[in-house]
């Protein structure tokens, strides 16, 4: 584990005070949960957006009919 120091205004400081003192926790571990969490959203949305650009259609391979081609079936 590392030690930090962050910076942010008064009003944010007090705010996260009552926010960790209502879950029972130290600012500390309260914003390194909230970091930790965000990174792993971060990591899966990078994974799903691989994962998105990676598909391959389902549909056929040739290309599509011409219009005209369509309309004599």
């Known amino acids: ?3 930090i120091t962050i910076t942010m205004d008064d009003a944010a400081a007090e705010w996260v005070r009552v ?3 209502r ?3 130290s600012v500390s ?3 390194g949960e909230w970091l ?3 990174m792993r959203q971060e990591d899966a949305y990078a994974q799903a ?3 998105a650009l990676a598909f391959e259609s389902w549909g056929r391979a040739e290309p599509p009919l011409p219009r005209a081609a369509q309309y004599e079936r």
Do not use: G, I, Y
Request: hydrophobic content about 45%.
């Open 49 to 51: 957006m691989r994962d």
């Open 36 to 38: 930790a969490e965000r």
């Open 1 to 3: 584990m590392k030690n």
């Open 23 to 25: 879950r029972a926790t």
């Open 19 to 21: 926010e960790a003192a």
């Open 29 to 31: 571990r309260l914003v």
